[in-house]
């Protein structure tokens, strides 16, 4: 079958590389945003699904937009794809590509649809402390994340994963299974339902803005939800004495003095920081304008 293949961040490369070895998949394209500027020194550098696919020797479009864009869709056609597959791709979709498919546009979708739908669903399940999420297999139309669904796959999230543990286990998931979601399509075997629209709930992007914490108002709980959430991106921080203080390791504690919440203690030699609700062990801090310390080195440095 011939298989088109959308999408740009490092979640989406473990799909191509399944794609591309696949003896009964014949990937003819993948399409991916275009390079971008990236660090201080704004380096214009490629997506990391266009690095596997030129490394793999697949062909690779970057257009600036699809909409409006008849060039593209008439290249789209002549590939005659059986599908066309979204993975994080970072674009809507015109309805006039979607149509392109001799089978079916799909997307795979990083929760358990119609829960979360939007475009932080793997950071969402953490911030709530969800104890399951998964991927939807589903046939892409107009709407955000409102496509019937082809399959649903679970996955327990463990107590320790970050937004980049769970993403790199979903992604692998997903990519092991894509090659054989598509052949029961293509095959018959596999037919789409419709979502339970009444079950559907949403999530917006994450933005720098969200990764302040206010232990005064926030449990340790919720805090340690939240860099779980955001670790490696963007990072949670707190102010202290008018800076920015990054929390890059913490964990809860259960038996801990009573801490005013939004105060530091060195008891029994660890640094805690008291919360609304429960105290949270500081591991690993990074200091404005510093490089990243252990608790240890910020008890003797910096409080006072």
Not at 2 to 15: L, S
Not at 284 to 300: C, V
């Amino acid at each position: 079958m011939n298989v088109i293949f959308f999408g740009t961040p490092d979640f989406a490369v473990p799909f191509v590389k399944h794609l591309a070895v696949d003896n009964e998949i014949e990937l003819a394209a993948v399409v991916t945003q275009p390079d971008k500027p990236i660090g201080r020194k704004q380096v214009m550098t490629p997506p990391p699904v266009k690095t596997i696919a030129m490394d793999m020797g697949i062909p690779v479009l970057q257009p600036e937009t699809i909409k409006g864009n008849p060039d593209f869709l008439t290249l789209i056609r002549k590939l005659e794809p059986d599908f066309i597959i979204v993975v994080a791709y970072g674009m809507i979709l015109p309805q006039e590509l979607l149509s392109i498919p001799t089978y079916d546009c799909i997307n795979v979708h990083a929760s358990l649809l119609p829960y979360y739908r939007g475009a932080s669903p793997i950071q969402t399940s953490l911030l709530h402390g969800d104890s399951e999420t998964g991927l939807s297999f589903m046939s892409m139309d107009q709407t955000l994340d409102t496509g019937d669904l082809y399959l649903l796959k679970k996955i327990s999230i463990k107590e320790d994963d970050t937004q980049e543990t769970l993403s790199k286990r979903l992604a692998d998931l997903g990519a092991t299974l894509l090659p054989s979601v598509l052949k029961d399509i293509y095959d018959g075997v596999l037919t789409p339902l419709p979502q339970n629209e009444e079950k559907a709930t949403y999530c917006s992007k994450i933005e720098k803005t969200d990764a302040l914490i206010n232990p005064t108002s926030m449990t340790a709980r919720e805090i340690y939800n939240m860099l779980r959430a955001f670790t490696p991106w963007p990072g949670i921080y707190m102010v202290y004495k008018g800076k920015r203080l990054k929390i890059l390791e913490a964990h809860p504690v259960k038996e801990s003095p009573s801490i005013k919440p939004g105060t530091f203690s060195t008891h029994d030699k660890k640094l805690l920081l008291g919360t609304k609700e429960g105290i949270l062990k500081l591991v690993t801090l990074q200091p404005e304008g510093k490089k990243a310390i252990t608790a240890h080195d910020f008890m003797n440095g910096f409080l006072s």
